[in-house]
T-cell receptor, first 113, second 113 residues
Framework: DQQVKQNSPSLSVQEGRISILNCDYT??????FLWYKKYPAEGPTFLIS?????DKNEDGRFTVFLNKSAKHLSLHIVPSQPGDSAVYFC????????????FGGGTRLMVKP | DAGVIQSPRHEVTEMGQEVTLRCKPI?????LFWYRQTMMRGLELLIY????????DSGMPEDRFSAKMPNASFSTLKIQPSEPRDSAVYFC???????????FGSGTRLTVV
């Protein structure tokens, strides 16, 4: 049973527009959420995170929104750039589980010039 | 800091052969994770260690897979005998036990023919 799901395997967006990547989770014990970005032939790298005590965290062009009641989070990238083309993984963690991350299946974002 | 170092970067082997993947964690990171990435399943956790001790190996697919962490600076993931369905990218990730975020290595792309 997947506890973290990214239902869109791919997303295509025009350069300059907003990219919205979605993630749903089922475990109510998750209290910290992260997004990782992965380029081909490289390991995933940390992008942005949010604690369950917040509903929004912003870092430059990247904003993560958390809706705890819906068990849903999203990553907004605005404006999107061709260099943002990558696979994005959502991950969730619970303090009572040793802060171990559970990853979603990933969404491949393609930003067209 | 050289980051998490994995070797080899690429491995091509024949079915039935033994394969050993290696990981050197970041100094001071005392949790180490082995993940497998496939198109179908995304990032799957195979096994993780805290302070060199295996904590959860429930993700190891079969007895053909084994992992060791003989000291704080080295871990191996071994597959014996290897099968074509083991073909995937294998990532090692490490972190401090008290932190949330992982640092990933660049991965080993394994192809079993």
């Amino acid at each position: 049973d997947q506890q973290v799901k990214q239902n869109s395997p791919s997303l295509s967006v025009q350069e300059g527009r907003i990219s919205i990547l979605n993630c749903d989770y089922t475990n109510s014990m998750f209290d910290y959420f992260l997004w990782y970005k992965k380029y081909p032939a490289e390991g995933p790298t940390f992008l942005i995170s949010i604690s369950s005590i917040k509903d929004k965290n912003e870092d430059g062009r990247f904003t993560v929104f958390l809706n705890k009641s819906a068990k849903h989070l999203s990553l907004h990238i605005v404006p999107s750039q061709p260099g943002d083309s990558a696979v994005y993984f959502c991950a969730a963690s619970a303090q009572n589980a040793g802060n171990m991350l559970t990853f979603g299946g990933g969404t491949r974002l393609m930003v067209k010039p | 800091d050289a980051g998490v170092i994995q070797s080899p970067r690429h491995e091509v082997t024949e079915m039935g052969q033994e394969v050993t993947l290696r990981c050197k964690p970041i100094s001071g990171h005392n949790s180490l994770f082995w993940y497998r990435q496939t198109m179908m399943r995304g990032l799957e956790l195979l096994i993780y260690f805290n302070n060199n001790v295996p904590i959860d190996d429930s993700g190891m697919p079969e007895d053909r897979f084994s992992a060791k962490m003989p000291n704080a600076s080295f871990s191996t993931l071994k597959i014996q005998p290897s099968e074509p369905r083991d073909s995937a990218v294998y990532f090692c990730a490490t972190k401090r036990v008290s932190n949330y975020g992982y640092t990933f290595g660049s991965g080993t792309r394994l192809t079993v023919v």
